[in-house]
């Protein structure tokens, strides 16, 4: 795949990725104190202060992952907000019967999402994203670079030698 497939493919998993994530986040960002009571439920230290963390990342995350802003933060942070959310918030080895698979399969879902987001932190956003359109202007604004036609005829007339140099010593 090249090209606008390529790139087109890219857009639509950095699409999908936000989407598993951004929803969420609104909501929880429209009742904080709500997500924070929860997660002290659970017995999580400084409830307020991981909730209002877990709302951040959980907004502009998948804004800054739609647009393709910083790939490689925006990829490792979030992989690490999916797999720290799947620790704590899925701890399936807690539970038991239907419960337990419940929340062995949102454990599992959180680190598939992880490994995508892992994925994009190595792909990147391709050239449909804030980093492919400040790259290409970039390109478009550099000079040419003459030197590469000069460099493959001088690489075509073989190596450079130095003159000879005249003797130090008088001839007797």
Known sequence: MFGWSQDGILLASRLLLAAALLPTGIARA?????????????????????????????????????????????????AGFAVAMAVLLHGFWAYSGAAAMTERTLFLADLGLAGGFLIYALAGP???????????????????????????????????????????????
Do not use: D, H, Y
Request: aromatic fraction near 6%; proline fraction near 9%.
């Open 30 to 78: 429209l009742n904080v104190s709500g997500f924070a009571l929860a997660l002290a439920g659970a017995g999580m230290p400084s409830p307020n202060a991981v909730a209002t963390a877990a709302v951040v990342v959980q907004v502009f995350g998948p804004l800054a992952l739609i647009l393709g802003v910083l790939p490689r933060i925006t990829g490792f942070a979030l």
């Open 126 to 172: 391709g050239a449909w994203s804030w980093q492919g359109w400040r790259r290409s202007t970039r390109e478009a604004l550099a000079p040419a670079r003459p030197q590469s036609a000069n460099a493959n005829a001088k690489s075509a007339k073989g190596p450079k030698r130095s003159p000879a140099r005249p003797s130090s010593r008088a001839a007797a």
